[in-house]
């Protein structure tokens, strides 16, 4: 058959392809609203901010460094990465031929006459199948690898903002613990005195049982915020992938967590989440798979061929050999598949309509996500001026009552209530601003959780 006689039907096969879209490119639907914060939004459209911006600790940022490099989930995701490479790489070599050296001979023997024969082929397999199937395959796999990046981001951002709450938290129970300490020499040194009362005669043993006790329910404390801290340390170990140990963190304060301005906050931060890309991808992914399923009502081209050495040519043995060569080509047009060939494209189009929806509520729960992450960190940072308020004047309570009570003027009863209105204040007081920082932790999230 004359060459032009099969390159002509298969190059217009091709532009009637294309034509009917199964070469389309995937246009991003990763566009955020301008109003699903609530908020006033920057004009500009801010750089993502990196980890080491909100997190200015340097021993927090050693834990944060260290957890990068052992994290058994972080090992595992860019694993899961390098393998959707390797998927890419297979899916664009996939339009190459394939090549076989299938080398066989045969001796036979007939009335004592023997017959040697021998073929050395090199054979050729070229099986890109339905026109543009290669094509969308390709760019699939290429959206696999996106999405198994922005795993990777999700992996990233979660492992910091975990690593920077336990270490936030440690930072918040050693100072209850400082709290706790101080507070059972204060009630130490009122047991004693008011000892001293009742072998006076100035007040009741029960007083003395009331103090005793509260000294007691205080030294409980200082023993399960010990247990705790401990805790939290084997969890910040087990994240770093290290043998459980002691924690080195700076003290209480030393180094806040930055507040973000609102006036900084963009709504196009968002478009860098991972879930939002990861969302994105996935329907990029369903879009040239429905490409693929379309294409395949299309004709696929198929190519076989050898080439090589022989002494047996049509029965007759040449000796020495003779190279041997042979093509075949064809074209396969789908006609009857029952049903196959709709149903893929049904489902296709289907799981690319139900991943839009995904993406839709991907968007609507990063907006709610910084809403609710802004609400926490402005209401700890309002409560905080009430609780330090507070805390001075139960300190100045307590300390008047204590008085009073020395010189006969209250009883037990009210020392014992401003005590422990005194402890519970300054408790509250240092989890609010446990409480700011964890706001803050989850805002950096909401906002794309930058691992650079």
Not at 36 to 49: L, S
Not at 377 to 404: D, I, P, R
């Amino acid at each position: 058959m004359n060459r032009k006689n099969i390159i002509f039907p298969i190059a217009a096969l091709c532009l009637l392809a294309a034509s009917c879209g199964v070469y389309d490119k995937y246009e991003s639907k990763n566009t955020i609203p301008a109003d699903i914060i609530g908020m006033q939004t920057a004009t500009d459209a801010p750089a993502p901010i990196s980890w080491r911006e909100f997190f200015t600790d340097p021993l927090l940022q050693q834990l944060i460094d260290t957890a990068l490099t052992r994290n058994t989930d972080m090992q595992s995701a860019r694993i899961a990465v390098e393998q959707s490479q390797v998927a890419l790489k297979m899916a664009k070599k996939a339009i190459l031929p394939s090549f076989y050296l299938s080398p066989s001979g045969t001796i036979a023997n007939f009335n004592s006459s023997t017959s040697k024969t021998y073929d050395v082929p090199l054979q050729m397999n070229w099986n890109p199948g339905p026109i543009g199937n290669y094509t969308n395959k390709k760019r699939a796999a290429q959206a696999v690898v996106l999405q198994s990046q922005a795993r990777q981001d999700a992996v990233r951002a979660n492992l910091i903002s975990t690593v920077a709450q336990y270490y936030s938290l440690l930072q918040l129970l050693d100072r209850q613990l400082d709290i706790l300490t101080q507070t059972d020499s204060l009630w130490n040194a009122s047991l004693q005195a008011q000892q001293v009362l009742w072998q006076n005669g100035k007040i009741y043993s029960t007083a003395v049982n009331q103090q005793e006790a509260s000294c007691l329910n205080i030294k409980t404390q200082i023993v399960d915020t010990r247990r705790s801290v401990r805790s939290i340390e084997n969890e910040i170990c087990r994240l770093l992938a290290i043998a459980p140990q002691t924690v080195e963190r700076s003290s209480w304060g030393s180094y806040p967590v930055m507040p973000i301005a609102i006036q900084h906050i963009s709504t196009s931060l968002l478009a860098n989440r991972p879930d939002v890309r990861l969302a994105d991808h996935a329907m990029e992914e369903a879009f040239y798979n429905m490409q693929a399923a379309r294409a395949a009502f299309y004709p696929g081209l198929s190519l076989s061929g050898s080439v090589g050495w022989t002494n047996s040519a049509g029965g007759i043995e040449v000796n020495p050999g003779k190279i041997l060569s042979s093509i075949i080509g064809s074209i396969a047009q789908p006609l009857f598949a029952r049903g196959q060939l709709k149903g893929n494209l049904e489902l296709a189009r289907l799981n690319s309509e139900n991943l839009r929806n995904q993406y839709v509520q991907t968007i609507v729960d990063a907006g709610n996500q910084v809403n609710e992450a802004l609400a926490d960190y402005q209401a700890a940072a309002e409560k905080q001026g009430y609780y330090k308020h507070q805390v001075e004047v139960l300190h100045n309570a307590y300390s008047g009552t204590h008085e009073l009570m020395d010189n006969g003027k209250a009883t037990y009863l009210e020392v014992l209530t401003a005590q422990e209105s005194l402890l519970s204040a300054q408790l509250n007081e240092a989890k609010n601003t446990y409480d700011a920082t964890c706001g803050i932790i989850d805002l950096y999230i909401a906002l794309g959780g930058s691992a650079h």
